[in-house]
């Protein structure tokens, strides 16, 4: 059985969909596959309301020779979210993030 590459990272984000703007948390899930870097990022409100999560892949042939695949695919993940619209509206705003251990 082949063992799964995994990283996490987490992500401090702003809020835009409301007013005021308020600070939630997310993270992203890395995983190494065959032919591509799958990550799948969540972000949830204090309660543990999910406000959304999106799942794509970066395929592995974009990712220079000798360049670490989850650092190649970390900003196609951020600016997934950055781009993650409510009702028409930009959601988030990444104020920060950090690869987890």
């Known amino acids: ?7 996490q990272a987490y992500v401090e984000i702003q809020r835009l969909d409301k007013r005021p703007a308020k600070a939630v948390e997310g993270s992203i899930t890395f995983e190494l596959r065959a032919d591509c870097v799958y990550y799948t990022w969540r972000v949830e409100d204090a309660a543990g309301k999910l406000l959304g999560s999106v799942s794509r892949g970066v395929t592995l042939r974009l990712v220079p020779a000798g360049f670490d695949p989850f650092d190649f695919a970390l900003p196609h993940a951020l600016e997934s979210l950055k781009r993650y619209q409510i009702l028409r509206r930009t959601a988030f705003e990444v104020k920060t993030w950090a690869w987890l251990s």
């Open 1 to 7: 059985m082949n063992e799964v590459l995994t990283k």
